[in-house]
């Protein structure tokens, strides 16, 4: 079964940073969308950031706008999140998804998404 692995998370104190990657080299559809959802216990697991490898066009949730940044390279087949100021409320286990790519920008919501790493706990403190 094809996976997804993530890395780099962590726990940081509030304003600082991570970056975190996701290793996508198993997947290989070459027209795809790789996004990051995260999931803080009790809550719904949420969008967090997209991209459509083919235009590199990208989506965040409202929340992260100006502080996360999602990139890939596609020659390495790996996504990343830059996180920037993060905050507590930033807490959650986050995974990394890839979806065959159908025209248009990338979803943010999680159904769809078939398939998806193990995730990565990010831990921000006060």
């Known amino acids: 079964q094809v996976q997804l692995v993530e890395s780099g998370g962590g726990s940081v104190q509030a304003g600082g940073s991570l970056r975190l990657s996701c290793d996508a080299s198993?997947?290989?559809?070459?027209?795809?969308?790789l996004a990051w959802f995260r999931q803080a216990p009790g809550k719904l697991r949420e969008g967090v950031a997209c991209?459509?490898?083919?235009?590199?066009?990208?989506r965040y949730t409202d929340s992260v706008k100006g502080r996360f940044t999602i990139s890939r390279d596609n020659a390495k087949n790996t996504v990343y999140l830059q996180m920037d100021s993060l905050k507590p409320e930033d807490t959650a286990m986050y995974y990394c998804a890839a979806l065959r790519a159908y025209g248009g920008l990338c979803p943010l919501y999680p159904d769809g998404y078939m398939t998806w790493g193990q995730g990565t706990q990010v831990t921000v403190s006060s």
């Open positions: 991209v459509f490898t083919g235009t590199g066009s990208t």
């Open positions: 198993a997947y290989t559809n070459k027209s795809a969308y």
